[in-house]
């Protein structure tokens, strides 16, 4: 079975199997919507069946075009067993600020009927099969650490200043270790609370008076300052419910797995200036070249001529890289 549609219609036909239906929601605006389509390019690749829910502000993109429904917010057909809808998102709060929001629309408004429902940065793609995803969140609410304070202890202050926060907001805390990425979460349908407790978390937050419309609030206490990220790990204490995580390697920051491919260290692939990063002693690496492999097919970002465009300077990259490299650290 090597023709796409096929593997397509076998995952809608197992779908009952692993949790039925599947949802996964996305919030993007401007450029990230290259993001978003290859992010859907790789679920349909890796036997997603379900539907993906975009939140967005501005303008569509023009690959929207070819899927066009009756409505804005009807669900268009992208692949068998696929179909993805886009809603518009209002208010002043940073897009980033908003995924509990979003989620929770989701959840309780649009696809009540989730059996698993994942929530994925517009930079993040998916490199395993769908079924495992859905497996996991079976297990509770499906989070991956972070780079940062991976390893962060339940004794840590910002923790001791997380509880009182949640505290003011009427939750009990539990003890938690690690710090999570907000860039993947996932959940089974019993386990909504989650969702509707860091939704509430971030109203909160705005209470309290943080700028909202921010994306990093590095003015204000350092244990808020990521914002939304923060805020993520303090609703891990303030609720009940089960948590399954999964290490750095879940985003190829250190792969021992295959299972994501999170883009936070260079610039995005779809912006990235590969002769430029070259030159400075980044060339692309073997997650450029995943992205660029995923970015037509089915969904179609770039037009022919654009991405053969990107693809030449992908390979001059590579090749400029051996003259000089650099780590990260530099």
Known sequence: MNDISDQHALAAALQPELGSPSVVCVLAEGTYFHGVAVLLNSLIRNGFAGEMV?????????????????????????????????????????????????????????????????????????????????????????????????????????RREWAAFAGRAGFACRSATGYVNGGCVGISNQNKRFIHTFARLMRQLEIEGLDMSKIKYSGGTPEFAKMDQDVLNATVMATDVPVALLGQEAMDIFPSAVIMTHYMIHGKPWARNYIKDALKGFAPDRNEFIFWDLVNNPVQSFTPAELRRKRLLLRLGKLMGHLRKRGVRE
Request: charged share 20%; net charge negative.
């Open 54 to 158: 975009v939140g967005y502000r501005g303008a569509l993109p023009p690959w929207v075009a070819d899927l066009r429904g009756p409505a804005d917010d009807t669900p268009r057909v992208v692949a068998p067993g696929v179909t993805v809808r886009f809603l518009t998102v209002g208010g002043a709060w940073c897009l980033s600020n908003m995924r509990a929001e979003f989620m929770q629309l989701v959840m309780d408004e649009i696809r009540p009927d989730f059996g698993t429902l994942y929530y994925f940065d517009a930079d993040i793609l998916i490199r395993c099969n769908w079924k495992h995803f859905v497996r996991w969140a079976g297990h509770g609410v499906l989070l991956t650490l972070d780079m940062s304070e991976t390893y962060m202890p339940a004794q840590h202050a910002f």
